[in-house]
């Protein structure tokens, strides 16, 4: 049976570790739009590791700031995804 390229891309990106790296990385191009472009500016790692999304920020204000915040950042990253991966955010 012949595929398309589409439908080839498709069976790959469902394997379970490139999907969560693809979804990471939309998270982090969409980084400065869900937590606004300051704390983005000043954000140094973020990372998807199963259902937690991992957050370093280099400036403790903005820190607390985003602590302050996370219930409504989390429901940002999810509907950006479109769907429950995330369910907890751990900031550092």
Do not use: C
């Amino acid at each position: 049976m012949v595929k398309s390229l589409g439908e080839l891309f498709g069976d790959y990106a469902q394997k379970p570790e490139l999907d969560s790296k693809l979804k990471e990385t939309r998270i982090r191009q969409a980084w400065p739009t869900i937590a606004g472009e300051y704390i983005a500016k000043y954000t140094t790692y973020l990372r998807l590791r199963d259902d937690s999304l991992l957050v370093e920020i280099n400036d403790s204000t903005l820190r607390h700031e985003l602590f302050l915040h996370k219930e409504e950042v989390l429901k940002k990253v999810n509907a950006f995804l479109g769907e429950q991966l995330v369910h907890q955010i751990q900031i550092r």
